[in-house]
């Protein structure tokens, strides 16, 4: 432990003699065994090391949760960031860590872009409802948080400016999936109120390699950042490749809107396909690549009319999932909820008449009760019919 101590940069070795790990609680409890842990993150033994992160995982980030632990180990895990250890590889300790190969280096970036995502929740209740896993009654059932959650999210918060820090180098780096998990950490940490002046340099970075990317994978990525941050990606909405032009028409603020939404829509059109874009989700996202570009083309719209036949098609589909698809789309169709005090447009009809004919797609299962009640709508197949 000694030797390691010793080899650790000197912030990192500040942070672990001068914070009171006592005061602090994780997941299981009293925080001070994460100290083990930490340095056993530049360990030699590769296995000890994927214990380690995965001890991350479980206590320190449970299920995306924040701690009063949390921000002090990120700032750990940002300060160690370039300890030479870091380009060692990194083995996956739980069964489903996929993916390709990887570095410490990568793996740990990875892991403060899962921290700055979750201190990102709640921050933008837009930007949260164009997340793909977003449920209309997560607002509703949002409570307060007690004093250790409200003090865990605002020291994850106010650290983000010296995670950024030591994130944006490994933008540029030789390695790609390190360079990759850099993206990743850098998409929801400029997103931040506080470093929206820091954008500017970031996207001229990227923008920079962007012509000399060989691969669709960092090109689309890529621009989905560019997108999300909020820059004008009209540029690549012609791009050669439907997946970079997909993932530049992902961001909120489109300067082309109607050409950004027709990108969406003919993705939309040909789900197998966008869906084989990408064998492994890009930086931030998750499931099914579509269910991304659904909720970013029902957030797009400015009326349900905009998106009804394509959304028509997914409900009659068979295929589609309700929590994904077919609620959003509900919702979306009806954002106020139904007023029974005024009639159905064509629109509506025809997707509700879609809901009644797909097997499935009404009643109790599959989720499908949760959204119709959202949309203030019988969840039952003869409730839907008497509408119409």
Same mark, same amino acid.
């Given at each position: 432990?000694?030797?390691?101590?010793?080899?650790?940069?000197?912030?990192?070795?500040?942070?672990?003699?001068?914070?009171?790990?006592?005061?602090?609680?994780?997941?299981?409890?009293?925080?001070?065994?994460?100290?083990?842990?930490?340095?056993?993150?530049?360990?030699?033994?590769?296995?000890?090391?994927?214990?380690?992160?995965?001890?991350?995982?479980?206590?320190?980030?449970?299920?995306?949760?924040?701690?009063?632990?949390?921000?002090?180990v990120?700032l750990?895990?940002?300060?160690?960031?370039?300890?030479?250890?870091?380009?060692?590889?990194?083995?996956?300790?739980f069964?489903?860590?996929?993916?390709?190969?990887?570095?410490?280096?990568?793996?740990?970036?990875?892991?403060?872009?899962?921290?700055?995502?979750?201190?990102?929740?709640?921050?933008?209740p837009?930007?949260?409802?164009?997340?793909?896993?977003?449920?209309p009654?997560?607002?509703?059932a949002?409570?307060?948080?007690?004093?250790?959650?409200?003090?865990?999210?605002?020291?994850?918060?106010?650290?983000r400016?010296?995670?950024?820090?030591?994130?944006?180098?490994?933008?540029?780096?030789?390695?790609?999936?390190?360079?990759?998990a850099?993206?990743?950490?850098?998409?929801?940490?400029?997103c931040?109120?506080g470093?929206?002046?820091?954008?500017?340099?970031?996207?001229?970075? &990227? *923008?920079?390699? +962007?012509?000399?990317? %060989?691969?669709r994978? #960092?090109? @689309?990525? $890529? =621009?989905? !950042?560019?997108?999300?941050?909020?820059?004008?990606?009209?540029?690549?909405?012609?791009?050669?490749?439907?997946?970079?032009?997909?993932?530049?028409?992902?961001?909120?603020?489109?300067?082309?809107?109607?050409?950004?939404?027709?990108?969406?829509?003919?993705?939309?059109?040909?789900?197998?396909?966008?869906?084989?874009?990408?064998?492994?989700?890009?930086?931030?996202?998750?499931?099914?690549f579509?269910?991304?570009? &659904? *909720?970013?083309? +029902?957030?797009?719209? %400015?009326?349900?009319? #905009?998106? @009804?036949? $394509? =959304?028509? !098609?997914?409900?009659?589909?068979?295929?589609?999932?309700?929590?994904?698809?077919?609620?959003?789309?509900?919702?979306?169709?009806?954002?106020?909820?139904?007023?029974?005090?005024?009639?159905?447009?064509?629109?509506?009809?025809?997707?509700?008449?879609?809901?009644?004919?797909?097997?499935?797609?009404?009643?109790?299962?599959?989720?499908?009760?949760?959204?119709?009640?959202?949309?203030?709508?019988?969840?039952?197949?003869?409730?839907v019919v008497?509408?119409?």
């Amino acid at each position: 432990m000694t030797r390691i101590l010793s080899g650790l940069p000197t912030a990192a070795r500040e942070l672990l003699v001068e914070t009171d790990w006592r005061s602090l609680r994780h997941a299981y409890g009293p925080a001070e065994d994460i100290l083990v842990s930490l340095c056993s993150l530049v360990d030699e033994d590769p296995r000890v090391r994927s214990e380690a992160l995965a001890a991350l995982d479980m206590a320190v980030l449970h299920q995306g949760s924040l701690y009063t632990v949390t921000a002090p180990v990120a700032l750990f895990v940002a300060a160690i960031l370039d300890h030479p250890m870091g380009s060692a590889e990194h083995e996956g300790y739980f069964p489903w860590d996929g993916g390709p190969p990887r570095t410490l280096r990568a793996a740990l970036l990875g892991w403060l872009g899962e921290v700055a995502a979750s201190a990102a929740y709640g921050e933008d209740p837009v930007r949260d409802r164009a997340h793909w896993q977003w449920e209309p009654w997560h607002d509703a059932a949002r409570r307060e948080h007690d004093p250790d959650e409200r003090a865990a999210l605002h020291a994850c918060r106010s650290i983000r400016p010296a995670l950024y820090d030591s994130v944006e180098p490994f933008l540029s780096s030789a390695d790609a999936h390190v360079r990759e998990a850099a993206l990743g950490a850098a998409l929801p940490l400029l997103c931040a109120p506080g470093l929206t002046d820091r954008v500017p340099q970031a996207v001229a970075l &990227l *923008r920079a390699r +962007l012509g000399t990317m %060989e691969t669709r994978r #960092e090109r @689309a990525g $890529v =621009a989905r !950042a560019l997108g999300v941050w909020g820059t004008d990606t009209s540029d690549l909405l012609a791009d050669s490749d439907p997946a970079v032009r997909v993932c530049a028409a992902l961001g909120p603020a489109q300067v082309d809107r109607p050409r950004a939404l027709a990108v969406l829509l003919d993705a939309l059109r040909e789900p197998r396909t966008t869906d084989s874009w990408f064998s492994e989700p890009l930086p931030g996202l998750d499931g099914r690549f579509r269910f991304t570009v &659904l *909720r970013s083309a +029902l957030a797009l719209a %400015e009326s349900f009319e #905009e998106v @009804a036949p $394509v =959304a028509v !098609a997914i409900v009659a589909s068979h295929t589609s999932i309700a929590d994904f698809e077919r609620g959003p789309i509900l919702c979306r169709a009806f954002p106020g909820g139904y007023d029974p005090a005024r009639p159905l447009t064509s629109a509506q009809r025809d997707l509700l008449r879609a809901f009644v004919r797909t097997d499935g797609a009404t009643g109790g299962i599959a989720g499908n009760g949760s959204w119709f009640r959202a949309a203030g709508l019988p969840g039952d197949r003869d409730g839907v019919v008497a509408l119409l």
